[in-house]
Nanobody
Framework: QVQLRESGGGSVQAGGSLKLSCRIT????????SAWFRQRPDKERELVSA???????TYADSVKGRFTISTDNGGHTLYLQMNSLKIEDTAIYYC????????????????????WGQGTQVYVSS
């Protein structure tokens, strides 16, 4: 059974930093795709950053230059380093991964992010 568990959320003042972690069990983060999403109050869930190693990571325009996505070497933990936090970064942050399967001897990646964590709250105050 695949499980993702986020940690590292909390309250911070604007301009501060937080590092989110997402530990995965029953699976590893791989080149099919790993990502961080967030849902701000009264907003739709949005993609913050995605990792498709070895391709370059992608970032939402609103976080470019401030956030960095990464994994550990074993693919067991996904990170999101968040610097220069703004009030508008306040949200519940979710990690997610696409599913990799083997079909006829070849790897196949799911189209959607199928594995999700429960979320961790980030609150940025002035």
């Amino acid at each position: 059974q695949v499980q993702l568990r986020e940690s590292g959320g909390g309250s911070v003042q604007a301009g501060g930093s937080l590092k989110l972690s997402c530990r995965i069990t029953g699976y590893i983060f791989n080149n099919c795709g790993s990502a961080w999403f967030r849902q701000r109050p009264d907003k739709e869930r949005e993609l913050v950053s995605a990792l498709y190693t070895p391709r370059p990571s992608t970032y939402a325009d609103s976080v470019k230059g401030r956030f960095t996505i990464s994994t550990d070497n074993g693919g067991h933990t996904l990170y999101l380093q968040m610097n220069s936090l703004k009030i508008e970064d306040t949200a519940i942050y979710y990690c997610a991964a696409k599913r990799r399967s083997v079909e006829q001897g070849f790897y196949k990646c799911s189209d959607d992010f199928e594995y999700w964590g429960q979320g961790t709250q980030v609150y940025v105050s002035s």
